[in-house]
């Protein structure tokens, strides 16, 4: 999966004691000389640190990797279906506690080489199209379209978009042809946490699963083994930010109109090619720069960002 594992490591503190002691003893004639400092004025020895806690065994446990073998046969078999990704993404705060931006994503699909996805949520609006022979990339408020051949397989054309243009969804795993590859490569970790009755209206099972790049936590119906939520923590992330998707509106094998996957309007948008975000602009476009810091003394702006 695109998704690894949380490593937790407690180191133990040493205290270190240092104790001076000054004795200052009047001396007389009648006064025999002093006797040696007692034990207790002797330096204090460091006590010993704490053992540092040991770092829990990976396990692999059958029973949840027969939760992922279940639910990956269920999506596998299905010859087409939807459903409603809500995805809550972690965002630093310059106030330390993070803030949370939602997506929300209304999912077609139908094997081998249809797929839908409309975006609505916070921020500009965006759909994309595959048809079987072409893709498209489509931004309502603009009237752009980007458009691209597309290979003959949803699985090919997901990865031809992430090359070509960094496009990535969530739930790419879920898409695929063998889900249970995507959803448990580099697999390290697995176990069965307990049963739920609060996510989704419905009973599900939890488990937890990592790799050596992200520590998931999975909740999957009960009764019909599809996946309701699903919370991701990457290990490369220092500021263990949370990313949670919920999945809703399950339909297997239902109808879907012959012409879901085309959108008249953004056939007549505008075109413009796909392009990688990375990529060198094309000849006589310059790219967007940061303002010239400003002078010493002078007025901030005010910025939105948090």
């Known amino acids: 999966m695109?998704?690894?594992?949380?490593?937790?490591?407690?180191?133990?503190?040493?205290?270190?004691l240092a104790v001076a002691l000054?004795?200052?003893?009047?001396?007389?004639?009648?006064?025999?000389?002093a006797a040696s400092a007692p034990a207790a004025a002797k330096a204090v020895k460091k006590p010993a640190g704490k053992a540092a806690t040991p770092a829990p065994k990976l396990v692999v446990e059958p029973k949840a990797m027969d939760l992922l073998k279940a639910v990956s046969a269920r999506l596998a078999a299905a010859r087409s279906m939807s459903f409603t990704a809500n995805v809550g993404y972690e965002f630093p705060s310059k106030f330390g506690p993070p803030l949370v931006?939602?997506?929300?994503?209304?999912?077609?699909?139908?094997?081998?080489?249809?797929?839908?996805?409309?975006?609505?949520?916070?921020?500009?609006?965006?759909?994309?199209?595959?048809?079987?022979?072409?893709m498209m990339a489509y931004a309502p408020a603009e009237d752009l379209v980007a458009v691209a051949d597309a290979p003959s397989t949803i699985d090919a054309t997901l990865k031809s978009a992430y090359d070509m243009?960094?496009?990535?969804?969530?739930?790419?795993?879920?898409l695929v042809t063998d889900p249970y590859a995507a959803l448990t490569e580099g697999t390290i970790l697995a176990f069965y946490i307990g049963p739920s009755g609060v996510v989704g209206g419905v009973k599900t099972d939890m488990l937890a699963w990592a790799n050596n790049d992200v520590?998931?936590?999975?909740?999957i119906g009960a009764e019909d083994k599809l996946p309701r939520r699903i919370r991701a923590v990457y290990k490369a992330d220092p500021l263990r930010l949370r990313h949670e998707m919920d999945l809703t509106n399950w339909q297997i094998d239902g109808v879907i109109a012959a012409d879901a996957f085309a959108s008249p309007k953004a056939q007549a948008a505008k075109r413009i090619a796909f392009r990688h975000p990375g990529a060198t602009p094309p000849p006589g476009v310059k790219p967007i720069v940061g303002a010239k810091p400003a002078k010493a003394g002078a007025a901030q702006p005010a910025t939105k960002s948090q």
């Open 165 to 174: 243009a960094a496009l990535f969804f969530p739930f790419t795993d879920l």
């Open 101 to 134: 931006y939602t997506m929300r994503y209304e999912v077609t699909m139908q094997r081998p080489d249809k797929l839908r996805i409309l975006m609505p949520g916070d921020g500009p609006a965006s759909e994309f199209y595959y048809d079987g022979k072409s």
């Open 215 to 219: 520590f998931l936590q999975i909740w």
């Open 22 to 33: 000054t004795v200052t003893t009047a001396v007389t004639a009648q006064t025999p000389p």
């Open 2 to 16: 695109k998704i690894h594992t949380l490593q937790r490591s407690s180191l133990a503190q040493a205290l270190v």
